[in-house]
């Protein structure tokens, strides 16, 4: 089993920043992939980034390309550096990771950006 503990989410005002931050128990390097979804009242869960741990690669949703960045470390964490936020990014964001074709999500923590 994996567990992923999120820390970093808040209340920020439009056009801020914040860096959410997701701690597995594992070392990165035994997970396959770790992404950060987002889930906005009444909207589906949503893919915002994504990183393939083994090569580093990364993917964003059109929505947040050039605005997040998401990043490891060479331990433990990956990273979700948010900048230049708009009320639309307000969610509950949730880290994932994919291990063995299994995957493990986080609690999730709540971003909310106000105008």
């Known amino acids: 089993q994996v567990q992923l503990v999120e820390t970093g989410g808040g209340l920020v005002q439009a056009g801020g920043s914040l860096r959410l931050s997701c701690a597995a128990s594992?070392?990165?390097?035994?997970?396959?992939?770790m992404g950060w979804y987002r889930q906005a009242p009444g909207k589906q869960r949503e893919l915002v980034a994504v990183i393939i741990i083994s090569g580093d690669n990364t993917n964003y949703a059109d929505s947040v390309k050039g605005r997040f960045t998401i990043s490891r470390d060479n331990a433990k964490t990956v990273y979700l550096q948010m900048n230049s936020l708009k009320p639309e990014d307000t969610a509950v964001y949730y880290c994932?990771?994919?291990?063995?074709?299994?995957?493990?999500w986080g609690q999730g923590t709540q971003v909310t950006v106000s105008s």
């Open positions: 594992v070392s990165i390097f035994s997970i396959n992939t």
């Open positions: 994932k990771a994919r291990r063995n074709l299994r995957d493990y």
